[in-house]
């Protein structure tokens, strides 16, 4: 998540001038049939649970420690391990089942990807953290949903516009186009990576000018049709005509954007 970050604070304090919630402390599980409460956060640290009767090992990888925790079964089998050094952050973790990763079933905080195997942990930093919400003006997501003619289907994007953002505006927005990682898609950035947040922090201590941002999905084919034979050349030339013929027509139609190149830019991970 550190590298997801970075990336984006590089973005946003070059020239040109973000969901998951946090989980709240909640009461451990002590049903063997009722619901599992995972991750349940106190004061003293995190405790992960599974319930799975008939698993004979579950690990905890977590992405603030480079090795993996084993979690210890009951008689009702549910697994258990409490972790006190998480410090504050976004955090990547998921749950080893006799060697299967897999999210955490107790856990509605789940990182947007082409194949989902990691949940979300949001710990929040005193004082808040960029990426932490706080007090301050905030922005607007949108999602939208259209038809692409350059690959046939539907398909989805994001685009973020700052506090006070007006179509009236006499002067158009800066226009970024923030792009994912290779295994992640057009959600990521905001449920992950706090984008929104990071970008209304930005702007209200005046790091950043006001800008619309949007997040296009970047795998413009399925892994089906990847395994098929498309090249990586034949994914970015389909990549480059989607943003160029339909995304950034969608949003220069809808959205009182820049259409000049000094405030234009694209950023984002490989």
């Not at 258990?80 to 089942?97: D, F, I, K, N, Q």
Request: glycine fraction near 6%; charge should be neutral.
């Amino acid at each position: 998540m550190s590298s997801l970050r970075s990336a984006l604070f590089l973005a946003l304090l070059c020239p040109l001038l973000p969901a998951a919630h946090s989980q709240a402390p909640t009461t451990p599980a002590r049903s063997s049939t009722g619901p599992v409460v995972s991750p349940d956060i106190g004061p003293d640290g995190v405790t992960f649970r599974l319930r799975a009767p008939e698993a004979r090992q579950v690990s905890l990888r977590g992405q603030w420690d480079e090795k993996p925790v084993a979690l210890s079964r009951d008689a009702d089998g549910l697994w258990t391990v409490s972790v006190r050094s998480v410090p504050a952050g976004v955090w990547e973790y998921s749950l080893v089942v006799d060697g299967l990763e897999m999210i955490d079933p107790g856990n509605t905080a789940i990182k947007p990807m082409r194949a989902p195997r990691t949940s979300i942990l949001h710990l929040p930093a005193n004082p808040p953290a960029p990426w932490d919400f706080q007090d301050i003006p905030h922005g607007i997501v949108h999602q939208h949903s259209y038809f692409s003619r350059v690959l046939g289907r539907a398909r989805e994007l994001v685009v973020y516009t700052p506090p006070g953002y007006t179509p009236a505006a006499q002067k158009p927005y800066p226009l970024l186009v923030l792009q994912h990682g290779s295994g992640d898609n057009h959600a990521t950035w905001v449920t992950h990576g706090k984008a929104h947040w990071i970008l209304d922090q930005l702007i209200a201590v005046k790091k950043a000018v006001p800008m619309v941002v949007v997040m296009l999905d970047g795998h413009p084919f399925t892994p089906g049709e990847m395994r098929a034979g498309p090249s990586r050349e034949e994914e970015l030339a389909a990549f480059r005509r989607e943003l160029f013929e339909v995304a950034l027509p969608l949003v220069e139609a809808q959205y009182v954007v820049s259409r000049d190149a000094a405030h234009r830019a694209l950023a984002g991970l490989a």
